[in-house]
Structures are given as structure tokens and as C-alpha cells.
């Protein structure tokens, strides 16, 4: 039987064509759907939750009172007369004056911190030191460096409100008054507080030691 050399390639071509190099033969019953197969996704691990960031935690030191700061530094002073006792002083203004240092360095009256400074300010004054005017302002130095403590507003608030009482204008702040009140201790300081609402001379006005 003669065959057509060119039919017969194309009827070869023609059945192989359904077929590839291993595939599933494609159904041909009529109807039929193909499937196709898909690969379940891969599980991966989920990454790890992003850590916050921790609040650092609220110290615990506690901001230092006011009055216990100022208690502290009203306690810290050093006085020095080395250089006032070699003075010689002579006349009846200067009978109190040679002691007026040591009597601050035993701690009379005054606190150490106001007694340092009121000492440096004798020191300075060398033979004026006999002024009383002049060791007052030195005592009243003392006082004006003083940190006030909250502790004595109230004796302060009374004092001035027995001097409106008897209409008397008080002649310093209740800051002020807090100060001498800060400076001073013991008797000297009950002494100071009942003499400025009011003194027995009528009078309202800021009462500290001198010696």
C-alpha cells in the first residue's frame, strides 16, 4: 500500500500532540473537567510580637522638703575670730565688743550658718567692731542670709496680726520675720518674736540679738 509520505509525518504529529514529556494525558470524555493539582501553602512561623518599650519606673527619692534643705543649711557655718581677739580695744563702747565673737562661735543666740556670717562681717569692721550700730548691721546680715523655714510662718502670721490688733503698722514682712525667727534659737528666738507684735515700747519692728 502506497502512503503519502507528508499525510503520514502529519498523522504522527497529530496523535502525539495531546501528549508531553511526562504529563497526564488531557481527558477527552465530553463533559470531563480538567483538575488541576495546587500545592497546600507552606506554613511558616509567625514572627515574634514586637516587645514594647518598658516604662522606666518613677523614682522613689522624693524631692527634699524646703524646710528640711533650709534646716540643713541653717544648721552648716563655721566662725572664725582669730583675727578679732588680737584687737585691742579699748574704751567704755568696746567693754562687750571683745567677747561679741566668741559669744557667736559658743553658739548664743544664733545658728551656726547666720554666726558665720555675722562673724565675717565683724572681721571686717577690725576696730569698728566697738559700734553697736555697726555690729548690729553685722548681726542683721546674719539674719538677711538666712534660709526661712516654713516651720515659723505661722508665729510670724501671729505676731503681725497682734500688731494690726493694736493698730500698729508692722515695719517688716512676714518673710522677713521668718528669717530672724530661722536665725535665731531658743530664748533668743521667743524673745525676738514676742518684741516684734509689738514690744513694750509700741513698736512692730524686726527684733534679732546684738551683743
Not at 533650709?70 to 584687737?87: F, K, M, Q
Not at 542683721?140 to 505676731?159: H, K, L, M, N
Request: net charge negative.
Amino acid at each position: 500500500m502506497d502512503l503519502d509520505r507528508d499525510r503520514f509525518l502529519f498523522l504522527v504529529v497529530a496523535l502525539s500532540a495531546p501528549y508531553g514529556c511526562n504529563q497526564s494525558p488531557v481527558p477527552t470524555t465530553p463533559g470531563a473537567i480538567a483538575t488541576v493539582y495546587v500545592p497546600p501553602p507552606v506554613a511558616t512561623e509567625a514572627p515574634p510580637p514586637t516587645p514594647r518599650p518598658v516604662a522606666e519606673p518613677p523614682s522613689v527619692l522624693e524631692p527634699v522638703a524646703a524646710s528640711t534643705r533650709c534646716a540643713v543649711e541653717n544648721d552648716t557655718g563655721t566662725v572664725d575670730c582669730s583675727r578679732i581677739r588680737p584687737l585691742r580695744l579699748r574704751g567704755p563702747a568696746c567693754e562687750g565688743a571683745e567677747s561679741t565673737c566668741d559669744l557667736l562661735a559658743q553658739g548664743y543666740a544664733y545658728r551656726p550658718h547666720a554666726a558665720e556670717v555675722a562673724a565675717a562681717c565683724l572681721d571686717r569692721l577690725g576696730s569698728r567692731v566697738c559700734d553697736i550700730q555697726a555690729r548690729k548691721k553685722c548681726y542683721e546680715e546674719g539674719v538677711r542670709s538666712t534660709c526661712p523655714e516654713p516651720q515659723f510662718e505661722a508665729r510670724c502670721e501671729a505676731a503681725i496680726e497682734r500688731c494690726e490688733a493694736a493698730r500698729i503698722r508692722p515695719q517688716y514682712t512676714k518673710g522677713e520675720c521668718v528669717q530672724a525667727m530661722s536665725a535665731q534659737k531658743g530664748p533668743d528666738r521667743d524673745w525676738a518674736i514676742g518684741a516684734m507684735g509689738p514690744s513694750s515700747e509700741g513698736k512692730c519692728q524686726l527684733m534679732f540679738t546684738v551683743f
